[in-house]
């Protein structure tokens, strides 16, 4: 822990780079100059690819500027704060760290600095709803205090610049990519991981790495609550793994049976959501699955993630009264609008199989009409052919994944019987048109790409904004 004071005096006059001039560091330059730093931004963009009124900012700002081909190729500065999808092992930066640069990120500088308590959450799927959802849980069970609840990470608006005004008594709820863990050695309050599959795999060197900084988010903690899936069996082995002092809680979306009572689980028996209460010895019943408003089982399995880690601290009426009033968080199985019978879902954070088939299985056996497609991350799509014929009449696909998607699909035992209309369509705006000309009174059409969004868009929310608009001219 640096306190602010020390803090502000370690970048008072120096030269500190920001690598990226994305969502995590853009918000950080007027902060940083604030206190004195010397600031220069570096991105692999041209200028030509940014705003030239914001390019003309940061001019006036005196911000020196490093873009395009070769912006990482010399630093100067004392301090370097990179962004999240930046390794810190490419050779210029253990150059720089070597000649005594000091090597961070806003999240890490953030746990150094920041006075509050902090929840974090990390997973390949559900991690930005239910960092959302325990955000939500705890601002209404603090809502008549003095206590700020706050969100960031991976979501939000970057939280280093908010540290002067944090009290002791506030409380940070962090999402955490595998990207911002890769490197860092934090020690939150609390944490959860929701699950881990193959993700990722175009960034980390191999799934062991990816599935090692996944682990960081708790490997540094000396006590706190730790919250696992039980059916996950890479999360649930990570629980012999966990620091002295910490405390797992499992979370199933099935019953508790084969769970020793010696956790406290919160599980899922005939439509109600349950915790086996471990230090009480007994089970208590806090809501039924039908006061959810969001479809599909993995946001019941969200709302089940949440509560393991709130239970005990947050009224339990809470977590129903949030259930029965939160309509979601954009661009996952977002309704957009329903046009002559049919309903358009824009799930455009559905960045990996797991996630578009989670999206698929909330329509439960109605058969959708899909666009996928996206950016190609090397993960594999072979587990995803039997899930796609089962849940879709036709799949429009689109992106460099089109293609392995389709072969994934149509090489599955199901789709012997059950195989789809698919249809390869290069452009985004006209897979989304050929989707709403193949759709019927009744239908449903989404965007669940399974691919990320970088082939074609800066990332998943100007790909889903642009199908919110193109279904909202149709």
Known sequence: MIELTNFFNLINGKKVALLGLGISNTPLIDFLMKHGAKVSAHDKKERSGFDAE????????????FLGEGYLDDFDEDIIIKAPGIRRDIPSLIKAEEHGALLTSEMEFFFKVSPCEKFAITGSDGKTTTTTLTHLMLSEHYKDTARTVYVGGNIGKPLLSFVEEMKNSDIAVLELSSFQLH??????????????????????????????????IFSFMDKGIVVLNYKNDITRNMASELPDGCKVRFFTSGDASGIPDLYTTVYCKDGKICVWDADEGECVHIMDTD???????HNIENYMTAIALLYGRVDNSVFKKIATTFGGVAHRIELVREKDGVKYYNSSI?????????????????????????????????????????????????????QKIRDAVTGCETAKTELPEIYMVDDFTDAVKRAHELAHDGDVVILTPASASFDKFKNFEQRGNLFKEIVRGL
Do not use: Q
């Not at 006061?291 to 089982?297: A, F, H, T, W």
């Not at 960045?351 to 594999?380: C, E, Q, W």
């Open 54 to 65: 914001f390019m003309n900012e940061l001019d006036k700002k005196g911000v020196r500027l």
């Open 183 to 216: 490197a860092m050695e934090v020690a939150p309050n609390g944490a959860i991981i929701t699950n881990v599959a193959p993700n990722h795999l175009d960034w980390h060197t191999d799934y062991n790495e990816y599935i090692d900084s996944k682990k960081r």
């Open 291 to 297: 006061d959810i408003i969001l479809p599909g089982v």
């Open 350 to 402: 559905d960045s990996s199989p797991s996630r578009t088939m989670a999206a698929l299985n909330a329509f439960g056996d109605k058969k959708v009409i899909a666009i996928m497609g996206g950016y190609d991350k090397h993960i594999p799509y072979e587990e995803m052919g039997d899930c796609v014929c089962k849940h879709t009449r036709a799949l429009v696909l689109t992106g460099a994944t089109a």
